[in-house]
């Protein structure tokens, strides 16, 4: 079913053979993918570029984690979105342009978040914290996790527009957040701020998120800056 990948690949070319065969319906809505072992086994590559290339894909709600697998969940009609997704994957990125828009939106995402959140996006984001301190000791599930938090954090604040621009950048910090993390004090420093946040959400109180969010971009830019 799957030819090699080229030793030379890197995890952003596993995504694009995996959207490149959901385009020619190699893999289909619903389709069971092979264990890791065999994926790496056919495509030759590591587990660890596998595994990242599976975390890129889950991020752009190509792929589901279920309890028996791992399935393919993409509407063939949204592969054009997709492949717009990957394009940012495969680009070198500004970063210093990333934390330059996040300080401008991500405030007031966290004010807006906790004036008009529900009871199922508290319960979401409750449920992404939980997520977290599994993955303290695994940066790379981590920083998925912690995407996953600020997409659902912009969902909540019940603005489209805002949620389809983090939507489309959503690569782009998990990669931001992967790299920028390297020790288990930066990350729990960072998930006791989420944890924070979350607390934030709860009360209603727009005063406390927007200044736990400015607290956290802060930290986060000072690590990018230290480390650059």
């Known amino acids: 079913m799957f030819k090699a990948i080229e030793k030379k ?24 993918l092979p264990s890791e072992r065999l994926l ?5 590559v590591s587990r660890s570029s596998l595994r990242e290339g599976l975390i890129i894909l889950e991020l752009m709600n190509v792929i589901e984690k279920r309890n028996d697998g791992t399935y393919i969940k993409i509407e063939n009609g949204n592969i054009i979105k997709e492949a717009i997704d990957l394009s940012f994957a495969v680009t070198p990125i ?4 990333l934390i330059e828009v996040r300080n401008l939106l991500e405030a007031e995402s966290a004010v807006l978040a906790a004036k008009n959140a529900t009871i199922s996006d508290i319960k979401k984001l409750d449920c992404l914290c939980q997520e977290m301190k599994k993955h303290i000791a695994n940066v790379k599930e981590y920083a998925a996790v912690s995407t996953e938090f600020h997409i659902a954090v912009a969902k909540a604040t019940k603005n489209d527009i805002l949620y389809q621009i983090f939507e489309t ?3 782009i910090m998990y990669d931001y957040q992967k790299d920028n993390m390297m020790t288990k004090d930066e990350i729990l420093r960072s998930y006791n ?9 709860k009360a209603k109180d727009m005063q406390r998120a927007d200044e736990i ?16």
């Not at 790496?40 to 030759?44: G, I, N, S």
């Not at 701020?193 to 959400?201: G, K, R």
């Open 9 to 32: 690949s890197v995890p952003e070319q596993v995504v694009a053979y995996i959207l490149d065969s959901i385009s020619n319906n190699t893999l289909r809505e619903d389709d069971k």
């Open 40 to 44: 790496c086994e056919e495509l030759r």
């Open 213 to 228: 969010m400015r607290r956290h971009l802060e930290y986060t830019q000072n690590l990018y800056e230290n480390k650059n």
């Open 169 to 171: 950048i959503r690569y």
């Open 193 to 201: 701020e989420h944890i924070e946040l979350l607390e934030a959400f």
């Open 94 to 97: 500004n970063y210093f342009e």
